[in-house]
């Protein structure tokens, strides 16, 4: 049985170099660098066992959030890239994204694996997320993995399509 749960919001406040999760806990940010294709940030993760920093890309034209977990000792996961499926708003120096919920864990070079269709179904159904959204959720994932097949599961081969080029402090 799925946890159904209302989608997670998150904000980053690019001008006072904050990010409040979903639980409304707010993180100071060491880097912020806004592009035209979206928002890096590069923080800290203190209080995570799985992980010690994480480095994200809020990507609004595609629909996606990319992070980077760099993993603790013992928590490491066969995996390069996670990517949330989101809508993304902004206002001002202050950006929103609202999780849809589905996930893609890249494995660079090598595949990936689409995660959560369980939790998008049971919120669709559930009425927490529009029948719209939903499908514009599916639409994403499905555009990210027939890209990165297409480019044989290299995220910088797939972006640089699109003239989107991602730095990254460790990759």
Known sequence: ????????????DVAARTNTDPKGIVREVEEYRVEPFGLYLARPAPGRAQFH???????????????DFWFSQGHERDQ?????VVSV????????????????????GRGLDVLDTDE???????????GEDAERALEITYGCVQGL????????DWLSTM???LTWRRH
């Open 1 to 12: 049985m799925t946890d159904i749960h209302p989608p997670k919001i998150e904000i980053f």
């Open 53 to 67: 920093y994480l480095e994200s890309w809020l990507l609004p034209g595609l629909g996606l959030r990319l992070t």
């Open 80 to 84: 390069d890239f996670y990517l949330d």
């Open 89 to 108: 708003e902004t206002s001002g120096t202050t950006w929103r994204s609202t999780d849809w919920y589905l996930d893609i864990v890249v494995r660079e």
């Open 120 to 130: 998008l179904i049971a919120a669709a159904s559930a009425g927490l997320i529009s």
């Open 149 to 156: 097949a297409a480019h044989g599961y290299k995220m910088r």
């Open 163 to 165: 003239d989107i080029e």
